[in-house]
């Protein structure tokens, strides 16, 4: 019986490595119920305060923006996920037109539709697989209660009144999605943008009969509404803030100084696991395990498939710890297929660094850095392991 190992990357810990490996293991028993999924929960080992965080400063820092995307969906993602009500404040930049004294005006029409929205079951039931189901009336709430809100409404106009339910549906979505976050909680609709997509879709559907789709008013923005954290709130909440980042940094300065555990955790892994072997790796646990694989010639591992992974690049500056700049990869080592998405920054590609060893599949639908964590839900990801699995 084949056997799939997930090898994880940076900053996982027990919750997550769990939630993302029961995806997984859903997403290959739907095609091929006769591989066994294992594990290889190599975080334990990882980063971690050891005297109480003696050494974080409560001092000032700044948070850099994230580089724009080309892309308008994507871009607009981006912009919604930090963001919920983007594109509210955009739409309240519209001219205000004189409405009728004497009726009923459309941003009130609008008001209406969005304040008495009735759930279809198809709806109900789309919330309930993205995991938004309990705090989706929480959302709306924030959402129709906003100023942003309110100010749009004021822009409407009888002609474009279709415009604003998608953005509407839109800021819901990101409002549920801020909300899990907030909440620490990792829905599916967080890294599956098909899924995110079809709730706005049926969203949509249930405010308005109109056409979906951006607005052209919307695709060439007048300007950008992002809001990034300021230094005073960082300040306020450092011992917070370095609880929740320390580990994705703090796993990769492990690893290069102190490897050899993880390297060796995976490697009991296998050793017990039924071959043929294969070995799933996202991030850090590419590096390691592209290391091990070089150092240790394990003839039952038949395939190393990395998804956004960074031991290319390693290589290629002569910073990883198995093999120097140059040296080729030893002939033991075995078939290698490297996923990646231009989005994801931390991805790279293999097959112009390892020519004819390295097979690159490229995927995308997120931006960044959401885009790291997204490979998971993606159905490109997916056609491209399990044609390769043995």
Known sequence: MTTVIFVHGTGIREREYNETFQIIEQKIHAQRSDIKVARCLWGEL??????????????????????PETDADILLWGQLYRDPLYELRLLSLKPIESGNPFGEEPGDVLQSRVAS???????????????????????????????????????????????????????IAAQAMFISEQQEKFPPILTDAQLRDNVVELLTLALTEAELGLGGWLL????????????NYVRGNR???????????????????RGEKIRAFIQEQIAQAEPPVVLLAHSLG??????????????????????????????EINALYSLEYGQLLPEHFPEWLNIYDLRDFLSYVGNRIFPDRVQDVRVDRQPFPRSHGAYWTNAKTWEAIISRLP
């Not at 980063?47 to 050494?55: L, P, V, Y």
């Open 117 to 171: 929205l009735t759930l279809t079951s198809q709806l109900q039931a789309k919330l309930q697989e993205a995991g938004i189901a309990e705090i989706f009336e929480l959302a709306r709430e924030d959402v129709i209660h906003s100023e942003p809100y309110h100010q749009a409404l004021l822009t409407v106009c009888e002609s474009d009144l279709s415009e604003y339910y998608a953005p509407i549906a839109r800021a």
């Open 220 to 231: 060439k923005p007048l300007v950008e509404l992002a809001l990034p954290m300021g230094t």
């Open 46 to 67: 990882g980063a971690k305060f050891n005297d109480n965080r003696a050494s974080v400063p409560l001092e000032d820092v700044t948070l850099a923006l994230s580089q």
């Open 239 to 257: 011992l917070e803030l370095t609880d929740k980042i320390s580990p994705m940094p703090g796993d990769i300065l492990l690893y290069q100084t």
């Open 286 to 315: 590419g590096i390691a395990c592209v290391d091990l694989l070089v150092q240790q010639q394990l003839s039952q591992v038949e395939l190393l498939i990395t998804v956004g992974s960074q031991a290319p690049f390693l290589y």
